[in-house]
């Protein structure tokens, strides 16, 4: 029995880091899901290539050359390394040792192990550069106002955690006996092996042990991390991508709600006295435009749970750049926040959520900063995944001005001229030919 | 200026090959109606049989749909589409990128499907079909800037038209750092024309002006109205008006063809 108990403790472990894994993603998509019903079922075969296109194929990362190339090391290293896992998991199991090195034969095996091994050194020197330019050279769009606290560590973690791991990884190899014995597949590892020539083969094998064991414990807390960080995006960018707007960006929803209406007012045979349809007081009126969470629609709250903070948008912004409060991440960022509250708020009143008396608009995004865009689709365009945060500002801009008549008054004064003479400048609709006879 | 109206076409019983949506900006502003005149010169130029609706032309909208009014913006485009389609129209020009948007993405979903062009397609599609040549000699050499419209650009991938016409003036041309996907807004999208800015460090005209003067250019052209607004004040900002003209592709067109 004795002997089982390693597999018994790896076992527990396996099923406790996948169980509370997913008990959070479930959580994950039940917040997703109180948004509204959007259509973004249509066109696939342009939403497949879409996804291929930009996640799979990181299309848009190299659109900065530098984080763009380390990003593809990092993301290719993460992929394929973990197809070792699959060998980490049946041995921990079964208590055997390199399980696929006599299925696959030295050469094949070797071949495998020795490109993980590549793979991992060059993850780490990435990491180690991601970590630099964060940290030394303190790029900019890593710095902004919203970048502090637990952003900011956030970002700090998931490099430490990558390091640890990969080194771990490394330290495993060249730490088996056997493995560097034979020879194969130690490209990398041959080299650190080395470091531990002074040691007993008791304590060397120790020591593979214990990097084994914390490299598969590793592994198991960061997947357990993602949901508590801005790392989701190694799972979100995929539906990110497939479910993203495909019209031009310059399209904008037209409400349809407000058609309804409009027809309505326009009809010349309809009844303005009539009544109601049967029933039909009862319902409550549609809300226009966004205040909170729950009246954006679920691929705006997918694209909250995507953003991983990488401020490609803000460095971009016009307003942002200008020094105006207006940040596209931070746009996203409160959104999650605020998602994740409106979450916990449901899960501490036994599933229905208890208002708080706190919304997205005023609690978490002002209106100096929604009016401060000019939704000049900058953001949208260098998003690396496909979030779209001006969707989020125009809802919220529809809300304030349709359901609160809360615009800036030049603005107002604007629209009163476009009601009044059709131009948003206070000329009349008699003179807008006088330009011909002009010079 | 000849310019006829839908409603004179009507009258003679004519139908036009296209209709030129002037805008707000192009009717009113002083420096707007001066690229309104370019290009019907260019239109007539090139034998173009269009129409204007006149005192029938009423806003888009656009602008108060990016102010988040969207009642106003459908109430101005139903009221257009029926204008539009009383006079069944197929075919739209504009100088002005946001009207372009609209209309090519948002009015058909209410009713209003047109074949729209914005004004460079069109002189682009004049020449393809050879009733159109620009001549390369008033301008040539010149140092120039083109400064992308984010409802041109971004908004709808409209990135080579306006160089291709661009060149073909014979100009100096240098792109600045940040252009076609990467440009940088001239600040008076999303209804910022019309209102003041937010609180900041700067004004975006200004930010974007700096931009154009890093590649020393002696012409900024644009092909939007709000973008020359912009672009204008920017450059009086940093006292360059001596040396800088902000000119839009029609007029720098029409000033190459003698118009």
């Not at chain 1, 952003?151 to 490394?170: A, C, H, Q, R, T």
Request: aromatic share 10%; charged share 25%; net charge negative.
């Amino acid at each position: 029995m004795e002997k089982y108990l390693p597999n018994i403790f790896f076992a527990l472990i396996l099923i406790a880091g996948i169980g509370y894994f997913t008990m959070n993603v479930r959580k994950l998509i039940r917040n997703i899901k109180l948004g509204k019903d959007i259509d973004r079922n249509d066109r696939k075969p342009e939403r497949f290539k879409n996804m291929a296109k930009i996640a799979l194929g990181q299309y848009k990362m190299v659109r900065r050359p530098l984080s763009g190339i380390l990003h593809i090391i990092v993301y290719v290293g993460f992929i394929l390394i973990n197809i070792e896992l699959l060998e980490i998991v049946i041995d921990g199991l079964f208590g055997t040792h390199r399980v696929f090195q006599p299925v696959l034969g030295d050469a094949i095996y070797g071949f495998l192990i020795g490109n993980f091994e590549v793979l991992a050194a060059l993850v780490l020197v990435a990491v180690i550069i991601f970590w630099l330019r964060r940290n030394v050279e303190k790029v900019k769009r890593f710095w902004n106002k919203e970048m502090t606290g637990w952003p900011k560590k956030d970002g700090n973690i998931i490099l430490y955690f990558e390091m640890v791991l990969m080194s771990l990884f490394l330290i495993m190899n060249a730490t088996d006996i056997h493995f560097q014995e034979a020879g194969v597949g130690n490209v990398i590892s041959q080299f650190i092996a080395p470091w531990f020539d002074g040691y007993s083969a008791e304590t060397i094998h120790a020591i593979e042990k214990t990097a084994w064991w914390l490299h598969i414990v590793g592994i198991l807390i960061f997947l357990n991390y993602l949901y508590f960080s801005k790392h989701l995006h190694i799972l979100l960018a995929f539906p990110n991508t497939y479910f993203a707007n495909l019209n031009p960006k310059g399209q904008f929803t037209n409400l349809e709600a407000v058609t309804k209406e409009v027809k309505m007012m326009m009809d010349p045979d309809a009844d303005p006295y009539a009544m109601p349809e049967e029933g039909a007081e009862d319902e409550v009126p549609e809300k226009f435009g966004a205040s909170d969470v729950t009246d954006l629609n679920w691929v705006q709250l997918m694209n909250a749970y995507t953003c991983t903070e990488c401020g490609r948008c803000t460095s971009s912004c016009p307003a942002n750049l200008t020094g105006k409060e207006l940040s596209p991440r931070a746009i996203m960022m409160k959104t999650r926040d605020r998602l994740e509250e409106v979450g916990k708020n449901i899960d501490a009143n036994g599933g229905e959520f208890k208002d708080d008396g706190k919304q997205l608009l005023n609690d978490y995004i002002s209106p100096e900063e929604l009016w401060a865009c000019t939704s000049c689709n900058a953001c949208v365009q260098e998003c690396p995944i496909g979030i779209d945060p001006l969707s989020i500002i125009m809802d919220m801009r529809r809300y304030l001005v349709m359901e609160e008549s809360a615009a800036p008054q030049e603005l107002n004064m604007m629209m009163t001229n476009i009601e009044n003479n059709g131009a948003p400048w206070q000329y009349s609709q008699q003179d807008r030919l006088n330009w011909k006879d002009e010079n | 200026m000849n310019v006829p109206t839908m409603a004179e076409m009507m009258a003679q019983g004519k139908q036009p090959e296209v209709l030129f949506w002037v805008g707000a900006a192009g009717s009113y502003d002083d420096r707007a109606k001066k690229i309104t005149r370019a290009f019907v010169k260019i239109l007539q130029m090139a034998n173009v049989d269009f129409a204007v609706l006149g005192t029938e032309e009423s806003s888009t909208g656009d602008a108060a749909k990016r102010a988040g009014n969207e009642f106003l913006f459908q109430m101005q485009a139903m009221t257009n589409i029926e204008v539009l389609n009383a006079y069944e129209v197929k075919t739209i020009v504009t100088c002005d990128p946001h009207s372009f948007n609209t209309f090519k993405n948002e009015y058909p979903g209410l009713g209003g499907k047109y074949e729209v062009y914005h004004h460079t397609q069109f002189i682009s599609k004049l020449i393809t079909d050879n009733r159109l040549t620009i001549d390369d000699v008033n301008l040539k050499g010149k140092r120039l800037t083109y400064h992308d419209p984010c409802y041109l650009g971004r908004a709808n991938d409209v990135y080579e038209t306006p160089r291709e016409l661009i060149r073909r003036l014979g100009v100096k041309m240098t792109e600045m750092k940040r252009h076609k996907s990467t440009a940088l807004c001239c600040g008076a999208g999303g209804a910022q024309m019309f209102k003041e800015p937010e609180k900041g460090d700067k004004d975006i005209n200004v930010l974007r002006t700096e931009d154009a003067l890093e590649t020393n250019p002696q012409i900024i052209a644009t092909g939007c109205p709000y973008c020359n607004t912009m672009m204008t004040d920017g450059v009086k900002f940093k006292e360059k008006e001596a040396q800088i003209e902000v000119k839009d592709i029609a007029e720098l067109i029409a000033e190459a063809n003698n118009l």
